[in-house]
């Protein structure tokens, strides 16, 4: 959450100090580019985050209806389709960093692979996370706290 926070601050000054060059006729060309990374990798780890704390790729609505083994079915094939999706952005998104170093930014000349790690990274956070989930659940059950503490 704290790396999520400092992506989406720095995308925030970065965009002011973007404009404020751009006002006074000297423009930060980098900045740009500065901004365009904060901003993704700021998308692709509040998406791990967000699955971390099942805020994220979750029918949830469907899933509280449910009880017992019904819901532990739903829960499992709910995360194991989660897995195979976090799974082939770590495979692709690999594929795509190694692509990724034929073509450059401008004017860093930054290879566009440095854009592309956020996908694979992403992808293996959201793997762990939904293992994590998977082992819990399977251990504990896989009501959260609000619902177990609601009279039935």
């Given amino acids: 959450m704290v790396l999520c926070g400092v992506a989406i601050t720095g995308f925030s000054i970065s ?26 990798y700021g998308v692709f780890i509040g998406a791990a985050a967000a699955t971390r704390r099942n805020d994220h790729l979750y029918l949830a609505a469907l899933a509280e209806s449910m009880t017992g083994g019904t819901r532990l079915a739903f829960e499992t094939f709910n995360r194991l389709v989660m897995l195979a999706v976090a799974m082939a952005m770590v495979y692709y998104g690999y594929l795509n960093v190694l692509d990724g170093f034929k073509s450059l930014r401008m004017p860093s ?20 996370f939904i293992v994590e989930q998977l082992v819990n659940g399977w251990k504990n059950g896989f009501a959260h706290p609000q619902e177990q503490r609601m009279p039935a």
């Fill in 109 to 128: 000349m930054t290879p566009l692979a440095s854009l592309y790690a956020a996908i694979p990274m992403c992808g293996a956070l959201v793997a762990l």
């Fill in 15 to 40: 965009v002011m100090c973007d404009v404020v060059t751009r006002m006074i006729g000297r423009p930060w060309l980098w900045l740009q580019e500065v901004t365009m990374t904060f901003f993704i």
